[in-house]
């Protein structure tokens, strides 16, 4: 019998970008988004990498940990800077609008490549694959995460339904490929 690695396949705990969880549904990874509002006017979304799975009493707690990854938008809500928190204890800060660039020059906002970690470039796309909201795919054209919605016929307990998947290939991205997942849900939303 053949056996093929399980993709981690992150519930999406309530579907909005700016405040959720993402728990594999196989207790390997788990992450909490949540907004900061900063000094300056503008807002942050922090993502952050959790020991277990989500709870309701977490979300009453107040965060005293370092995030994982920072989000910053302008008070406008247009693109800002994006911080990778680096083992070694440094910071990678990159501005969005160079991290995730437009695929051509006159091609449509929610198509965006990046550069993750691993050298490779991946892109995002909206709607390209039929079923996947989302679609982040190398640029050999290997899917290596998608979004979905939940079917509408299909009854969800506790969690939106929505789920993001990422393939095994790919896990060690897991945190990159979040992130710019979030990133470009704001793109959408704002229309940049």
Known sequence: MLQSPLPYIF??????????????IYDRAFFHVATAPQRSGSSAIMIYS???????????????QTPAAVLEFLPDGTLG??????????TLTLPMVRYLRKTSLFGRSLSRKFMCSDGREYKWVHRSVEGQEWTCTTADNYIAAHY???PADVRAYGVSGNTLTIYEAFAP???ELLASYIIMRHIQQYNL
């Open 50 to 64: 959790m020991n277990h799975r989500a709870s309701r009493h977490r979300d009453s707690q107040p965060f005293r």
């Open 81 to 90: 800077n994006v911080s990778f928190m680096q083992l070694a204890g440094g």
């Open 11 to 24: 519930d999406d705990r309530t579907g909005a970008h700016t405040s959720s969880d993402f728990d594999d």
């Open 173 to 175: 991205l897991t945190l």
């Open 148 to 150: 979905d919605l939940k």
